[in-house]
């Protein structure tokens, strides 16, 4: 199929489902039809500019596009368009690649179903057995359903907490967060600066390899960006034999983290996990249980450090420079009023008003250290967690980290394998209609602590086939790998042994 | 400083419906003498008469202020810390690569971060470290080997985040000292000297400019945003009002003289807070703690101070209103107070410490700041002369300046005076290579003379600021050393200057040739001719000086003989001798 062609049939499908992916959605006509023609030509020659030359790639609504709005599906940014483009829009474009509409989430992308948008809740393409509409998960569900409905080739999202491997798993697709730091963040609208990372969505892990190769570049324009430097070394290290002969030469040692079995965990969840650590013994890998004791406390921290930072983060929209500005005095009607109190009271959902006041709360001076500080301790032993169970040492962990950990007594594990979410998608009209917001923020418990500790993560889908134990036909569920900082191509190739696999009781 | 919106710079032009504002605006300063006129047009007083009553009630008013002030410390104790504000002399900003210029068109040097676009990351400019590096070494300071930066949350259309970023828990720089001499103006009652300790430096980000036009709209310059500042948080250890404002210049004189800071106060580069209380001498000590000092009352703070004078008359005020407020029973609140020039009460701007939150949080987006042993001891080699060691140096026997003549030059015109000095000395050296220490010296102390007195003179006069263009110091010092060698008379000299400044570019060799002002010196009998002729237009006053003495009448035979001799040729110590010799018949 031409480049041409496929083009045109996701920008049908755009146009064809009302699943409200979108925000933006690509024009029906524009410069962009001269960008893919010009790839099918450089494709024909055999020198094409990429394995994306051609191809349309969404991006959620928190990443800037100079040519289209970047709205971050709130009522405060609704008309705003960014003066510029963030790194990795302009990397794509380099790439040959072609902007396919901005995609609706969570504003700021705060949020676990893409229900909290001032432009509407996105629907799944999936829908349950009496017909109802499914959550698409969030906050990036427009950037998975896009994948999902063919509406484009991939899609950026972002990840704060699993904000591409819940729906990646809610939608049957692949969602992959990069180790923290690997991909700018330059133009991305932050919400946790210390644990957004761009995260790449796609049918399969070998389109989301080819993104990802393409924007796993250092960019000096974010502070958090790894240097060259740091590259190079963590890049020798992964050619070291040890770590170079894992999967290609000896089998894997793969982690399940027992803590992870909680009740929440469905039966068809539990059944997905259990049928594909069989699959990869079947492979010759060995399984091994380990421990993260921290998990159950990870949640609780990331939902005090994660709205501290936003809380901080959003202080900045004041419809004063730019945004959306509320009409009439913006000091509450008093004199004595708060700044701003209208335009923010207006402009904000429900949801981030909730977390900005969270994190205000928890960044005051009474609260500052027995939520804030106690958080980040808390952040601090999810890490040493993952680096006590990991074979592969941290790259940038102090030497004295590294000593503290026997290696006897460990697991000495490649990769984790575990469920990406508790259970499969809920229905929409039980997740928008006043469910408690604790509810929500309980499907993000196995994404949390990949996010905290800046490591690598994808979420790819296997279906479990209809059987006497499980009545429910072919239930899709996302299986997620996790690896040690930098093990980024591991866990995408141990993703591809998993992902899309039917697995039989 | 805003001016109308030229076309064709990136610009953006803010209306804010005029909201809460959680800084009140400085009034505009009331002038008193309103009051003065009227009252002369209605009493029909005489002006004379008038002036004269108001300076001797002025007058008065001093003295009784004088001791009331003393009355009061006798009673009671004050303790003062200072906080200063200086923006740093740097090229960019603190997080971007916008050039700082505060002269250029608003909103013209704006980076996307400067007004925290969507998406936008700070770039943190090392080089904005070394100026902030030279103030805390001259400031004896600990510099830190890591620090790290922390946001300070508040909502105002100044500060486009609604943070700012700061130092608060890991400053760059900790513990250092400035010492404050008799001759930098504190309190005699402090003695020769007091030592202030410097409880840290921080790198800190500045804010936008806002100007009010009622009843509606605000414009904002963003040119401002994140200029690079250094806060100086001083430990509370300060007793007097003068020794804090004397405080207050020495900062000032040694940012400046490090080259950590280009303009002062008077530019508004440098501003002030002090924290003010006080405690009743000789009774328990109080229940405060500021800073590991403790024993204190409960302070109040007073924002934004920008003059010395302001520094001094705010601590007066406010010590003598907490004074009140005590003596009648009453409580000392914490909260932060405003101090407008020319009023006499402090007033309050917000209540309570801790009323406001400012949700301090290390920013997640800048790394920390890492400072290496090699940086720091190569700034503390380059760092200029201290102020304290100028004086030293330039009353010393090299420059051999009085005090009064030293800390003017060295404090004039941001350090440019003394620059100029400087030139015109070693422009005078490279003309007598060989002099005598004491022939050098003579020559040093005219040249300082010179260019404080008779340049400093024309300046005022001719109501101009400082620019060492005005007199190039090739022309002084060429003066100087043709005035030093008596090829000139004092009075030429003074002519010649003044053509000078009024910009005659001749050099001045030339000129003198010129216009034929070179000494050509009379012989003796041409004084002895010209002292005759002018004895014997007042022979009676001759007489009164050879009988009763009456020395000080040979000032007119020698103003006689400066007037009466060829212009530029009677040099008055030869005439003076010459009369001397003629009255009195001595040698």
């Known amino acids: 199929m031409s480049l041409l062609r496929e083009a045109e049939r996701c920008l049908a499908n755009q146009h064809a489902h009302t699943l409200n992916a979108f925000i933006t959605p690509l024009p029906r006509a524009g410069q962009w039809l001269d960008r893919v023609k010009e790839a099918d030509q450089r494709r024909e020659q055999g020198n094409p500019k990429s394995a994306v030359d051609g191809r349309l790639i969404s991006i959620k609504d928190n990443i800037c596009t100079r040519d289209l709005p970047t709205t971050c599906a709130s009522g405060i940014l609704d008309k705003f368009t960014s003066p510029f483009n963030a790194t990795v829009v302009d990397q794509l474009e380099a790439a040959g690649a072609v902007i396919a509409g901005k995609t609706n989430l969570d504003e700021f992308g705060m949020g676990s179903h893409s229900v909290h948008s001032r432009f509407g809740a996105v629907k799944n393409l999936r829908r349950d057995a009496d017909g109802r509409d499914l959550s698409a998960g969030g906050s990036s569900g427009g950037s998975a359903v896009a994948v999902a409905a063919d509406q484009c080739y991939a899609a950026l999202g972002t990840d704060t907490g699993g904000s591409v491997r819940l729906p990646a798993a809610y939608t049957g697709t692949v969602g992959f967060k990069p180790s923290y730091g690997l991909l700018s963040r330059w133009g991305v609208v932050a919400y946790a600066n210390s644990l957004d990372t761009v995260g790449i969505l796609g049918k399969k892990t070998s389109s989301v390899r080819d993104v990802f190769s393409i924007l796993n570049k250092h960019d000096s324009r974010d502070p958090t960006n790894i240097t060259s430097s740091s590259r190079s070394r963590i890049l020798s290290r992964l050619q070291t034999p040890r770590l170079a002969s894992r999967l290609t030469s000896t089998p894997l040692r793969i982690g399940v983290p027992l803590e992870y079995n909680i009740s929440e965990l469905t039966p068809s969840v539990r059944q997905a996990w259990l049928l594909s650590l069989a699959h990869l013994q079947e492979q010759g890998h060995t399984i091994h249980p380990v421990s993260l004791p921290a998990t159950k406390h990870a949640l609780s921290a990331y939902y005090v450090l994660a709205p501290a930072e936003a809380s901080s983060n959003l202080a900045k929209y004041d419809g004063v420079r730019y945004g959306t500005r509320s009409d009439g005095p913006d000091s509450d009607g008093q004199p004595d009023g708060y700044l701003y109190a209208n335009t923010r009271g207006n402009g904000f959902g429900a949801e981030v008003q909730r977390r900005i006041l969270l994190g205000t709360f928890s960044l005051s001076a009474d609260a500052m250290d027995n939520y804030f500080i106690q958080a980040q301790r808390v952040r601090r032993l999810v890490q040493q967690d993952f680096n006590a169970v990991f074979a592969a040492a941290h790259p940038f962990a102090a030497a004295s980290d590294a000593v503290e950990i026997d290696r006897s007594t460990t697991a000495n594990v490649d990769v984790i394998v575990c469920p990406t979410a508790p259970s499969p998608p809920p229905r929409l009209s039980d997740v928008s209609a006043g469910s408690s917001p604790l509810d929500a923020y309980v499907n993000d418990v196995f994404t949390v602590p990949a996010s905290l500790a800046g490591l690598p993560a994808i979420s790819v889908p296997v279906t479990v086939a209809e059987s006497e134990r499980n009545p429910d036909a072919d239930e899709v569920a996302g299986i997620q790998v996790i690896g040690q900082y930098g093990d980024d191509e591991l866990v995408m190739n141990v993703g591809e042994l998993l992902e899309g696999r039917r697995l039989d009781s | ?587």
């Open chain 2, 1 to 587: 400083m805003l001016r109308p919106w030229p076309s064709g710079a990136v610009r953006v032009l803010c209306r804010v419906n005029r909201p809460f504002l959680a800084r009140p605006q400085a009034n505009p300063a009331r002038f008193p003498s309103t009051r003065s006129l009227q009252s002369a047009a209605t009493d029909r007083v005489p002006l004379r008469k008038q002036l004269k009553q108001e300076a001797k009630a002025l007058k008065a008013q001093k003295k009784l202020r004088k001791e009331s002030e003393e009355a009061s410390r006798q009673d009671w104790e004050l303790t003062v810390g200072v906080e200063i504000h200086a923006q740093l002399d740097t090229e960019a900003k603190l997080f971007s690569r916008a050039p700082t210029s505060t002269s250029d068109t608003p909103n013209s040097n704006v980076a996307l971060f400067d007004l925290a676009f969507p998406g936008s990351q700070p770039e943190f400019q090392a080089a904005t470290l070394l100026p902030a590096l030279r103030a805390a070494i001259a400031l004896n300071c600990q510099i830190q080997p890591v620090s790290r930066f922390d946001r300070k949350h508040y909502f105002y259309q100044d500060q486009p985040a609604g943070y700012q970023i700061t130092q608060y828990y890991e400053p760059f720089a900790r513990n250092g000292y400035v010492d404050l001499l008799d001759y930098d103006g504190i309190a005699p009652e402090d003695g020769g000297r007091v030592r202030v300790d410097i409880k840290q430096v921080q790198l800190e980000q500045d804010t936008a400019k806002s100007q009010e036009y009622p009843p509606a709209t605000q414009l904002l310059d963003f040119n401002r945003v994140s200029h690079p500042l250094i806060e100086i948080i001083t430990m509370p250890q300060i007793h007097t009002p003068a020794t804090a404002a004397a405080c207050v210049r020495k900062l000032q004189a040694i940012l400046l003289a490090c080259g950590a800071v280009t303009t002062g106060m008077e530019m508004g580069g440098l501003r002030a807070d002090v924290n003010v209380s006080i405690r009743r001498r000789g009774e328990a000590p109080g229940q405060h703690r500021y800073d590991g000092i403790g024993g204190l009352g409960q302070r109040t703070e007073i924002k934004n101070l920008s003059s010395f004078k302001a520094v001094e008359d705010a601590i007066v005020a406010e010590k003598n209103r907490q004074i009140a407020v005590l003596e009648s029973g009453g409580v000392i609140e914490g909260e932060t107070r405003g101090w407008t020039i020319g009023s006499t009460e402090t007033r309050r701007l917000r209540g309570k410490e801790g009323a406001v939150d400012y949700r301090y949080m290390p920013d997640p987006d800048i790394s920390p700041l890492v400072i290496g042993e090699d940086l720091i001891s190569s700034l503390t080699e380059s760092l200029p002369t201290s102020p304290d060691s100028l004086v030293t140096q330039l009353t010393g026997a090299e420059y051999g300046l009085s005090i009064e003549d030293a800390k003017p030059l060295i404090e004039l015109d941001d350090g440019a005076r003394l620059e100029y000095y400087q030139d015109v000395v070693d422009i005078l050296q490279s003309l007598h290579p060989d002099q005598d220490p004491q022939t050098h010296a003579a020559l040093t102390r005219m040249a300082g003379n010179w260019v404080l007195h008779e340049l400093g003179g024309l300046l005022t006069k001719a109501d101009r600021a400082w620019d060492d263009t005005i007199v190039p110091a090739r022309a002084l010092a060429d003066l100087v050393d043709h005035l030093q060698q008596k090829r000139i008379t004092g009075s030429i000299a003074k002519q010649v200057l003044a053509a000078v400044f009024d910009g005659d570019r001749r050099p001045v060799p030339r000129l003198l040739e010129e216009d034929n002002l070179l000494l050509r010196p009379m012989s003796r009998e041409e004084y002895v001719a010209l002292a005759e002729t002018v004895l014997a237009q007042r022979p009676e006053m001759v007489e009164q000086i050879r009988s009763k003495n009456q020395l000080g009448k040979m000032g007119w035979f020698l103003g006689q003989m400066m007037r009466l001799g060829e212009k530029g040729r009677v040099e008055a110590p030869k005439a003076q001798e010459v009369l001397q010799e003629l009255i009195l018949g001595k040698q």
